[in-house]
């Protein structure tokens, strides 16, 4: 069957290229180049979706790359740097660039293949966003934002109210309701759009090395420190920095960021001066950071230092209303990806799409019908083609979600454990599942075994 997401591999190592070919041909329609001159002819006669662009390439590097295919294609695709070098400067100076994302060799199939779901999610947002703004003006400001519902109304009012703001903005909301698009919305519409906008996913970052890819170090700070590394708060100076999910963030990390938040200054590791930064500061959370303030989990002092100005996404099954248009969107979206005439979404259907709770939020709805559209018979998608999560017959033996007097907290766990359950113990795909990160999916399941819960394995 051809595939209709088509990616193109830029490396030069044979059995790498190969390796990786192999393993993504099942999901996407793959082509494979070993240096930077044949992926841009390929390219320009060839438009893919998604590069995986190794930095390290014989000839042109993987930076000129990006910067001819920034200034030589209508339509830049969405591009994933590779690099086998553990100082991400270069890498950083490619997210600058136009790059979507970056991977540190080696890194396993699991993390690419998320990496590759997540660009895919956003290439309409992220990839694009700067050349939309230039070709529409604000007829694009809010790509991505769908709705307009009372909630969705109001959030947009105050983003444009805030935008050329110095304000640090958190934005909370369950996971899967759009925080990454507001933040990128806020960026792209305040005066700092022509500077950088960088993300750190402060979960994927390990503990030990969050202090040195945030604030940088000097030569010899440490052991393998060569040379001196500008931090990501250097390299975002005139721009906009985005902490996603800022409670990831350990005691001893979150007191210095606060002297940055409170002096807007930075020091290296190893550095004996400090270094100004002018940087608009955008932190998300899908939690509730009172109650984690209360547990002794976040530090005081920064809570209120984030919630300058605090912007709340209303979950999916909040603002029905939506639906209708989203559920449009994703159809069309899913069908041109797919290769799949765009089908009828029949009254039942939407009926039951608008009834569901949607625990997943826009991310559970964009994925539940991309899998109606692919196997959707015909050229509509009746109530009976709809393949939602309570369909699946997925039980741990545990809370009914349709028993009314569930709390949040019950709803979360048993979903939680219904995704374990799913996936055979795989928190790396469950997490997936969730938005959530493998890291907060290990705290849940420590406070579940405490409660002397069985977790599935």
Same mark, same amino acid.
């Given at each position: 069957? *051809? /595939?209709?997401?088509?990616?193109?591999?830029?490396?030069?190592?044979?059995?790498?290229?190969?390796?990786?070919?192999?393993?993504?041909?099942?999901?996407?329609?793959?082509?494979?180049? %070993?240096?930077?001159?044949?992926?841009?002819?390929?390219?320009?006669?060839?438009?893919?979706?998604?590069?995986?662009?190794?930095?390290?390439?014989?000839?042109?590097?993987? =930076?000129?790359?990006?910067?001819?295919?920034?200034?030589?294609?209508?339509? #830049?695709?969405?591009?994933?740097?590779?690099?086998?070098?553990?100082?991400?400067?270069?890498?950083?100076?490619?997210?600058?660039?136009?790059?979507?994302?970056?991977?540190?060799?080696? $890194?396993?199939?699991?993390? &690419?293949?998320?990496?590759?779901?997540?660009?895919? /999610?956003?290439?309409?947002?992220?990839?694009?966003?700067?050349?939309?703004?230039?070709?529409?003006?604000?007829?694009?400001?809010?790509?991505?934002?769908?709705?307009?519902?009372?909630?969705?109304?109001?959030?947009?009012?105050?983003?444009? *109210?805030?935008?050329?703001?110095?304000?640090?903005?958190?934005?909370?909301?369950?996971?899967?309701?759009?925080?990454?698009?507001?933040?990128?919305?806020?960026?792209?519409?305040?005066?700092?759009?022509?500077?950088?906008?960088?993300?750190?996913?402060?979960?994927?970052?390990?503990?030990?090395?969050?202090?040195?890819? &945030? $604030?940088?170090?000097?030569? @010899?700070? $440490?052991?393998?420190?060569?040379?001196?590394?500008?931090?990501?708060?250097?390299?975002?100076?005139? @721009?906009?920095?985005? &902490?996603?999910?800022?409670?990831?963030? !350990?005691? %001893?990390?979150?007191?210095?960021?606060?002297?940055?938040?409170?002096?807007?200054?930075?020091?290296?590791?190893?550095?004996?001066?400090?270094?100004? +930064?002018?940087?608009?500061?955008?932190?998300?959370?899908?939690?509730?950071?009172?109650?984690? +303030?209360?547990?002794?989990?976040?530090?005081?002092?920064?809570?209120?230092?984030?919630?300058?100005?605090?912007?709340?996404?209303?979950?999916?099954?909040?603002?029905?209303? !939506?639906?209708?248009?989203? +559920?449009?969107? $994703?159809?069309?979206?899913?069908?041109?990806?797919?290769?799949?005439?765009?089908?009828?979404?029949?009254?039942?259907? #939407?009926?039951?799409?608008?009834?569901?709770?949607?625990?997943?939020?826009?991310?559970?709805?964009?994925?539940?019908?991309?899998? %109606? +559209?692919?196997?959707?018979?015909?050229?509509?998608?009746?109530?009976? !083609?709809?393949?939602? !999560?309570?369909?699946? @017959?997925?039980?741990?033996?545990?809370?009914?979600?349709?028993?009314?007097?569930?709390?949040?907290?019950?709803?979360?766990?048993?979903?939680? =454990?219904?995704?374990?359950?799913?996936?055979?113990?795989?928190?790396?795909?469950?997490?997936?599942?969730? @938005?959530? %990160?493998?890291?907060?999916?290990?705290?849940?399941?420590?406070?579940?075994?405490?409660?002397?819960?069985?977790?599935?394995?």
């Amino acid at each position: 069957m *051809k /595939q209709s997401r088509k990616i193109l591999i830029v490396e030069d190592e044979h059995g790498t290229r190969e390796l990786l070919k192999t393993q993504l041909e099942g999901e996407y329609s793959v082509r494979s180049v %070993s240096n930077g001159e044949e992926a841009l002819s390929y390219l320009k006669d060839s438009p893919c979706d998604t590069v995986l662009l190794d930095l390290n390439l014989p000839g042109i590097s993987g =930076l000129e790359v990006l910067d001819r295919l920034a200034a030589e294609t209508e339509s #830049m695709p969405t591009v994933i740097v590779v690099s086998a070098d553990t100082n991400i400067n270069t890498a950083v100076q490619a997210l600058q660039r136009g790059a979507y994302d970056y991977l540190v060799k080696p $890194f396993s199939i699991d993390e &690419l293949r998320t990496t590759l779901t997540h660009a895919t /999610q956003h290439r309409y947002v992220v990839g694009t966003a700067t050349r939309q703004r230039s070709r529409s003006g604000t007829s694009q400001k809010f790509a991505g934002m769908i709705g307009n519902s009372a909630s969705i109304r109001r959030l947009k009012q105050d983003i444009e *109210k805030i935008a050329n703001t110095r304000g640090t903005v958190l934005l909370t909301g369950e996971s899967g309701t759009g925080k990454e698009l507001a933040a990128r919305a806020i960026h792209e519409l305040s005066n700092r759009a022509k500077g950088p906008y960088i993300r750190i996913n402060c979960a994927a970052i390990p503990e030990s090395l969050l202090e040195a890819e &945030l $604030f940088g170090h000097e030569k @010899g700070a $440490f052991t393998n420190a060569i040379a001196r590394r500008e931090g990501m708060f250097e390299l975002a100076h005139g @721009g906009t920095i985005l &902490l996603d999910e800022i409670t990831e963030i !350990d005691p %001893s990390m979150q007191a210095k960021l606060l002297r940055v938040l409170q002096e807007r200054e930075i020091m290296r590791l190893g550095g004996k001066k400090t270094i100004s +930064v002018d940087v608009r500061i955008i932190a998300t959370t899908n939690l509730d950071l009172k109650a984690e +303030v209360r547990e002794g989990r976040f530090k005081e002092d920064l809570y209120y230092r984030l919630n300058v100005i605090p912007l709340h996404i209303a979950p999916l099954r909040e603002r029905a209303e !939506d639906i209708p248009e989203l +559920v449009e969107h $994703f159809v069309r979206r899913a069908a041109r990806e797919n290769d799949r005439p765009v089908p009828e979404i029949s009254p039942e259907a #939407m009926q039951r799409l608008c009834a569901h709770p949607w625990p997943g939020n826009i991310r559970e709805l964009e994925n539940s019908l991309e899998r %109606s +559209v692919i196997l959707a018979e015909g050229g509509a998608i009746d109530a009976d !083609d709809l393949r939602l !999560d309570v369909d699946e @017959g997925v039980s741990t033996g545990g809370a009914d979600m349709n028993d009314a007097s569930l709390t949040i907290r019950d709803m979360e766990k048993e979903l939680i =454990l219904r995704r374990l359950n799913l996936t055979g113990g795989n928190r790396t795909r469950a997490a997936e599942m969730l @938005g959530i %990160s493998v890291r907060t999916l290990r705290n849940k399941i420590n406070q579940y075994r405490h409660e002397g819960i069985t977790i599935p394995s």
